[in-house]
């Protein structure tokens, strides 16, 4: 049977917002009594829940959110960083096999946290040597589990080092039920923007068991046996 | 070398909007000049461009967006509806070979009007007869390439009769580029939004021959072959 791991961040109006910053509410525009249905609008930040970075967020003359492509890549690895304190270096990945083409997910302490209420300030995120280790790796796609890669760290050098070599990034990702030592495939299919630095995204995991969030597949004629 | 087909509806500030009410704008919230670095938060309709509809929207007592499950499905079939004028009937259906099962997405001339500017309100859509042969015949998705699946229906029969049924709809696809006559596979990945009456989504098809829009997923280490 063929299963899933939904790794998307649940976006609802208590969910996480990046440093406490209001991220996303709804208003409703029909309802049943009035007009016989139900109809919404969504405000969001483009960093709400999981997205995918384009290069324009943190460089003036890059690539902005139409050029983020769906991204079905077999070859993905989560990476245990569960015991990192602070920031993922370049020492933290040496212990990592990671090769040409990786699709590396960074598994923290961050899973961890509630995907509702405040914003953990303290949350792990991917020092710039960890970011320059990576980029000399080539890797394809680096996915952090909190609502940014970095932080506290001047003109963003962890963003830059990966976005200037054309590496995708991956925030908001919820890896609680991936396991490090499975082989996984993931999809990731941000909205198709027009113009900005940003857009939401949902992404799962394809192959695994993943008990309590899995979902089968197979009810759906999966084209992935 | 493998291919896929984006049908995704562009979302930027002048794409149409249905019945001309305002669906897209974004407000920029950082800038490179004072912040370093760009940030925007967008505001849409929950059936801006292409968007998955869940019971709720016409069925109080329906299933929310939270239970709108991401879209892998091999079975695929464009049917051609570019001769229909106004509504596609049962009448119109019933020359199209649809087994239980299938994926079933309209292509109308439809597909030929802008993705920005002004709403065309005569756009073609699925009758109440159609949506209810479709419910009969067990398919399991149905899509329609404008911003909505019908019109001029007092009670959203069209609507009811598949989302009753537990048949998926699929809204605001761009069916220019798909070939009626090819074997599709369809990913269609809506956001992971909690308790509303649809999602926004990222759809395309893979395999089939689309010169001007394809984009090599060879490079990306395609898990269909």
Known sequence: MKRYLDISWPLCADMVHYKDLSAFYVTQ??????????QSTLCMSSHAGTHIDAPFHVMQDGQRSENLRVIIEAKCKVLDCTNVQKAISADDLRVHNIEAGDIILLK??????????????QFVYLAASGAEYLASKRVKVVGIDYLGLEREQP??????????????????????????????????????????????????????????EAVSLSEHRPIIQ
Chains 1, 2 share one sequence.
């Open 108 to 121: 923290t302490s961050n899973s961890f946290l509630p995907a509702t209420g405040s914003f953990e300030y």
């Open 155 to 212: 003109g963003h050098p962890s963003h830059k080092a990966l976005l200037s070599q054309g590496i995708m990034i991956i925030e908001g990702l919820r890896l609680e039920h991936a396991q490090p030592d499975d082989r996984y495939t993931l999809l990731c299919f941000p909205l198709r923007i027009i113009g900005l630095e940003a857009a939401p995204a949902r992404a799962i995991l394809l192959f695994g068991p993943c008990p309590e």
């Open 29 to 38: 525009t029909k309802n049943f009594a009035e007009h016989g249905m139900f």
